[in-house]
């Protein structure tokens, strides 16, 4: 398909330094334990002394059992034992209870489950949730689901957050209640989950109760709710105190968070900070940071240092180190091996490593084994991949499906994809639907979008009838003297045309014929240096327009030697208004034989009004050179 006057190129991974998923967060699940209950405290003596005074034969079942919690506390199980088993036979269910966590630890756990089960129906809620808990490792889910709700509903913060995790894993309802009674509780565990339950129920006000429930779990030292919450204050814009997150949660070990604030310090120009914490990610096995890192030595050009990194990043299971090792190889022209990653992260789901294979196989004139890829990559999400269907397609003359993908991509907002959207709609006539399209292109930063939005305003505001995007090029470059437009006003800044802002935008971007405009539009102002200043910028960079028009500026200033120089580039170029103003001046300075080589070449340049007069002009000197 002809765009700009040039084949439409091919969106390919050039230019990519590296991809990464900055904002993953784990969900690891970490079980409560059962725990040692008590009902007094004294001083092992005092207990001791009191638990061998008889009462009715034995030992105070009360003060046993404080003494057996406490040995066991102590970690001293062989003692703590019989003073527990005792109290535990006289009915204690906290010493019940406590005999289960000391003969669970022994590996013991049959026997354990035995005494959990006596404390639990002597109504002991955390012997209710220590036996949910070994239900659950048994596989009985039913027995755990009753002894770990017989827990939370007497009012035992793990009881309700393993009856929330069980009903959690199970797809029962009933778990957000459990998990917010065990934070309210101060569970730090639950406290998280809770988090990612508002975040996922995507409420209006999702975020910030997520906010405050994450702040509640850091605040006691979870790490990956700090890390969670860090990464909401980031996307606030809250960085500094986001970084202080990252950094706890950095230094009690999470990877992920030294790896987000390797970004924070990146971004904040510290490059020697964040390396070293992408390191320190890196090591922890974070892909992230693996491929920051590699992405960083690769453009120092320390290209084995990169692949190693990008390795790393593939090892810890991130895909976007294939991706980014293709890239890299890719990039010293290592073709072959390019190919390879690109398939492995392709194969593995990577939607832009299947573009860039569709496009490493299309160079190789391989569009048969392209397609499917651009297919997928599409299919994926990949804008770029979509907008390379469209030349596909296009180049096969299937403009009906060229037309399909390139929409796709446009809506998706992809600059050059809109501008064939926007030129195709021209062709049709449909100059409102243009307009709206080339404005989103321009908008997206399509230069030559600018300058055919620009075009079309232009003639707009003239009250033209409708032209084909080559029509409308033509006239944007029209003229007997390329002056510039009749200076009819509009709504840009200062009362100026909106045209003119959009050429300017163009022009600045380097588009040669938006130069020659802009120059022209000065001169419709009177701005004489200014339009030389353009028209000077499209005449260095080749344009045959710019030669012409800056030779008539200078030609009107009295400068007609430099003028000439100007117009003989125009000339070579193939402008045959600059032949023909070449042949007038010669004819004027008497060069008879110099005038008719010019009047030639303008006759052979065109366009026909030109070389029409050129061919007048060419029979005058030859009659004064015959004369």
Not at 310 to 330: E, H, I, K, Q, S
Not at 446 to 460: N, P
Not at 593 to 620: I, Q, S, T, Y
Request: proline fraction near 3%; hydrophobic fraction near 45%; charge should be negative.
């Amino acid at each position: 398909m002809d765009l700009m006057g040039e084949m439409a190129t091919l969106d390919d991974a050039e230019g990519v330094r590296f991809s990464y998923d900055r904002r993953r967060a784990p969900e690891t699940i970490v079980p409560g334990r059962a725990e040692v209950t008590h009902e007094r405290s004294a001083t092992n003596g005092a207990l001791r002394r009191a638990a061998a005074q008889p009462g009715e034969g034995k030992g105070d079942p009360g003060r046993l059992s404080a003494l057996g919690a406490s040995l066991l506390r102590r970690g001293d199980a062989e003692a703590a034992e019989p003073y527990l088993r005792a109290a535990a036979g006289a009915g204690d269910r906290a010493a019940a209870n406590n005999l289960g966590v000391l003969l669970h630890q022994g590996g013991r756990a049959a026997e354990a489950a035995e005494w959990w089960r006596t404390a639990a129906v002597a109504g002991s809620a955390a012997a209710a949730h220590a036996l949910g808990r070994y239900h659950r490792e048994q596989g009985d889910e039913t027995a755990a689901g009753y002894w770990l709700r017989q827990s939370a509903e007497a009012g035992h913060t793990l009881g309700a957050y393993a009856l929330a995790d069980l009903l959690d894993h199970r797809g029962e309802d009933g778990a957000a209640q459990w998990f917010r009674a065990a934070a309210e509780g101060g569970h730090r565990e639950a406290a998280y989950r809770v988090g990612l339950l508002a975040l996922r129920a995507a409420r209006p006000t999702s975020a910030r109760e997520a906010e405050r429930w994450f702040r509640q779990a850091a605040a006691r030292g979870h790490r990956r709710a700090a890390l969670r919450l860090a990464t909401l204050l980031e996307e606030r814009g809250e960085l500094r105190e986001a970084g202080r997150w990252y950094l706890i949660a950095a230094n009690e070990g999470e990877p992920q968070a030294a790896c987000a604030l390797g970004f924070l310090l990146r971004d904040a120009g510290n490059d020697e900070a964040a390396e070293d914490w992408w390191r320190r990610a890196a090591l922890g096995g974070d892909g992230n940071a693996a491929n920051a890192l590699g992405a960083l030595h690769a453009d120092r050009g320390e290209r084995q240092s990169a692949e190693r990194w990008y390795r790393a990043a593939l090892d810890a299971g991130d895909v976007n180190g294939a991706f980014n090792l293709g890239l890299l190889c890719a990039g010293q022209g290592r073709d072959a091996q390019a190919e390879q990653w690109y398939r492995k992260a392709a194969y593995a789901g990577h939607t832009e490593a299947a573009n860039a294979l569709a496009v490493l196989l299309l160079q190789r004139g391989d569009a048969q084994g392209a397609e499917p890829w651009f297919s997928k990559a599409a299919e994926g999400g990949s804008v770029d991949a979509a907008f390379n269907l469209g030349i596909l397609h296009a180049g096969r003359g299937e403009e009906a499906a060229a037309l399909q993908w390139y929409r796709q991509a446009a809506e998706a907002g992809h600059a050059e994809a809109a501008l064939q959207v926007g030129s195709a709609l021209l062709r049709d006539g449909a100059e409102d639907a243009a307009e709206r399209t080339l404005r989103r292109a321009a908008e997206c930063g399509s230069v030559e979008g600018a300058f055919r939005l620009a075009a079309l305003l232009e003639r707009r505001s003239a009250g033209a009838p409708p032209q084909a995007p080559d029509a409308l090029d033509a006239a944007a470059d029209a003229g007997e003297e390329l002056c510039g437009p009749d200076g009819a006003g509009g709504d840009g800044p200062g009362g100026r045309p909106e045209y003119e802002d959009w050429y300017e935008t163009a022009a600045r971007a380097g588009h040669r014929r938006a130069q020659v405009r802009v120059g022209m539009c000065a001169v419709a102002r009177g701005e004489v240096v200014e339009a030389a200043h353009w028209y000077r910028q499209a005449a260095e960079a080749g344009s045959g327009n710019g030669a012409f028009n800056l030779g008539l500026l200078l030609a009107r200033e009295g400068a007609e030697p430099e003028a000439a120089l100007w117009w003989q580039r125009a000339a070579e170029a193939g402008h045959g208004r600059a032949a023909l103003r070449l042949a007038l001046l010669a004819a004027r300075r008497n060069e008879l034989a110099e005038g008719r080589h010019w009047c030639g070449r303008a006759m052979e340049l065109g366009p026909a009004e030109v070389a029409g007069r050129a061919a007048r002009l060419k029979d005058a000197l030859h009659a004064e050179l015959t004369a």
